[in-house]
């Protein structure tokens, strides 16, 4: 039962660098989600996305692309990595039906920007 | 601006000790959810509340969700150090098109 599966774990970059973190699910939800937490500020919605195809932004976008190619993959792109990019990110998958709604999580990467 | 406030933000208490966390908000939400992180780790759901009064347990864990559905409460009885963790709780939302919101966190330390 593998979930969400985020990778890196670990990142640290130097300010103007890029780089892609991979999320992938294997439980086939069409919602999944991208986060970034901050002490003291809980978890905050970057990029979402309904299906494959279809993607749209949250509340703190900027600085972040994502596409959504597949139902399994929703990979968040940093073009320009910028000092306030630091944080711990989540990627989530939703499940959604007659269970009830429930967010899984993957582990989170830790990224630095220097 | 946090539609979801939590309080307190830090607690560290004594094994065998009883707590309560809260979470607020001026906004009604369908229902609530709390969840918990461990370190190094994305968080975990523990449970859903969706009527308003409606009081859930889980073992030593029991949550509670307001008349008006705008706050709820986590009680746990006789903490324990695998109780250690931040708790979060979530808004969700109303219909797909909606995205959950969540509140700061109450981060726990239970000391054996």
């Known amino acids: 039962n593998a979930g969400v599966t985020q990778t890196p774990k670990f990142q640290v970059l130097k300010t103007g660098q890029s780089m892609t973190l991979q999320c992938a699910q294997d439980?086939?939800?069409?919602?999944m989600s991208w986060y970034r937490q901050d002490p003291g500020m809980g978890l905050r919605l970057i990029h979402y996305?309904?299906?494959?195809?279809?993607?749209d932004q949250g509340e703190v976008p900027n600085g972040y692309n994502v596409s959504r190619s597949t139902t399994e993959d929703f990979p968040l792109r940093l073009l320009s990595a910028a000092p306030s990019q630091t944080s711990v990110y989540f990627c989530?998958?939703?499940?959604?039906?007659?269970?009830?709604?429930?967010?899984?999580f993957g582990s989170g990467t830790q990224l630095s920007v220097l | 601006t946090q539609l979801l406030e939590q309080s307190p933000q830090f607690l560290s208490i004594q094994e065998g000790e009883n707590l309560t966390v809260y979470c607020n908000s001026s906004?009604?939400?369908?229902?609530l959810q709390w969840y918990r992180q461990e370190p190094g780790e994305g968080p975990v759901l523990l449970v859903t509340v969706v009527t308003g009064g409606e009081v859930k347990k889980l073992k030593r864990l029991t949550f509670q969700f307001g008349d008006a559905r705008k706050d709820s409460s986590l009680h746990i009885t006789a903490a324990q150090p695998g109780d250690t963790g931040l708790y979060l709780c979530?808004?969700?939302?109303?219909?797909?098109?909606?995205?959950?919101?969540f509140g700061p966190g109450t981060r726990l330390s239970v000391l054996p």
């Open positions: 979530a808004g969700a939302p109303g219909n797909y098109g909606q995205n959950f919101v």
């Open positions: 906004s009604v939400f369908s229902s």
């Open positions: 996305s309904v299906g494959a195809g279809i993607t």
């Open positions: 989530a998958s939703r499940r959604t039906g007659a269970l009830g709604e429930k967010l899984f």
């Open positions: 439980m086939n939800h069409e919602y």
